[in-house]
C-alpha cells in the first residue's frame, strides 16, 4: 500500500497508486525540464488543473492513446469531448467525487485557464487527493491563500507547492502556505523550467524545515519518492 510520487519537471507529475497511475498535468512535449517521450507515458487517470499549455500540452493525445479517464474542471471536461475524448469526468471548485482510485476533490486555486487560443477553460484548480489511506494536496498554479488552512484542517500527507514566483507564489508566500496547510511533507514544483522561475528550492527547504513541522522533499526533474 504505496504511492510513488514522480515529478516530471514544471507542474507534471505521476502517482503510482498500487499500480494505478495518475498523471497530473501532463506537459512533457517542449518542457525543458523532461527527458519523458508522450508517447510512452501510461495514464490510467488524467487530472488537469487548468487550460495553460504548460499543464495541458499532451494531455489531448495521451488521453485518447491509453483511454485514460480525464479528471478536471467542466469547461475543460466539454473541450476533450469536443476534441474526441468522451472518457471524461467533470467536476469543479469544491466538488469531490469517489473515483474507483480514491475520493478526489477540486480546491480553489488563484490564477487563470484560458486555452492557447484564448477560449475559457473555466476556473483553475488544485486537487485534495485521498488515495491508498494517503491525502495528497496539489496546489496548482495559485497565489497563496489564507483558506489554505481548511484545508490543512484535513490532516495532510503531502502538500506539492508551486515555488516560482512570477506566474504562481514565490519561496515566501510558498513557505506562508506551508505553515497554513502543515502536512507532514511538502514537495516544492513550478519552478526552475525557465529563467522567470528560477529558485534556488535548497534555500526555500531549508526555511520550511526550520520554520514548520513539515518534512520538505526535494526532486530533481524524473525524480520520485515513495509515500508510506
Ligand atoms: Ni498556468
Ligand atoms: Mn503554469
Not at 81 to 88: L, M, Y
Not at 162 to 173: Q, V
Amino acid at each position: 500500500m504505496t504511492v510513488k510520487v514522480t515529478w516530471h519537471g514544471h507542474a507534471t507529475l505521476s502517482l503510482d497508486v498500487n499500480g494505478q497511475k495518475v498523471l497530473v498535468d501532463p506537459f512533457f512535449s517542449g518542457n525543458p525540464a523532461c527527458k519523458t517521450n508522450a508517447d510512452n507515458v501510461e495514464a490510467d487517470y488524467i487530472l488537469i488543473t487548468h487550460a495553460h499549455g504548460d499543464h495541458m500540452a499532451d494531455a489531448l493525445p495521451i488521453a485518447k492513446r491509453t483511454g485514460a479517464l480525464v479528471i478536471t474542471n467542466f469547461e475543460i471536461g466539454n473541450w476533450m469531448i469536443a476534441n474526441g475524448h468522451s472518457n471524461v469526468h467533470q467536476q469543479h471548485i469544491g466538488g469531490g467525487y469517489y473515483h474507483p482510485i480514491g475520493y478526489i476533490k477540486l480546491t480553489i486555486a488563484f490564477h487563470g485557464s484560458s486555452f492557447n487560443d484564448g477560449s475559457y477553460g473555466g476556473m483553475p484548480s488544485g486537487f485534495l487527493l485521498n488515495v491508498d489511506e494517503k491525502r495528497i494536496y496539489i496546489a496548482g498554479d495559485t497565489a497563496v491563500y489564507s483558506d489554505m488552512a481548511l484545508i490543512g484542517r484535513y490532516g495532510l500527507d503531502l502538500a506539492i507547492l508551486p515555488i516560482g514566483d512570477n506566474f504562481t507564489m514565490g519561496p515566501d508566500d510558498a513557505l506562508l502556505a506551508a505553515k497554513f496547510l502543515k502536512a507532514k511533507t511538502v514537495m516544492p514544483y513550478h519552478y526552475n523550467t525557465w529563467p522567470p522561475i528560477e529558485q534556488d528550492c535548497q534555500t526555500w527547504s531549508a526555511q520550511v524545515r526550520s520554520e514548520t513541522s513539515s518534512n520538505v522533499i526535494v526532486l530533481d526533474p524524473e525524480g520520485s519518492f515513495t509515500l508510506d
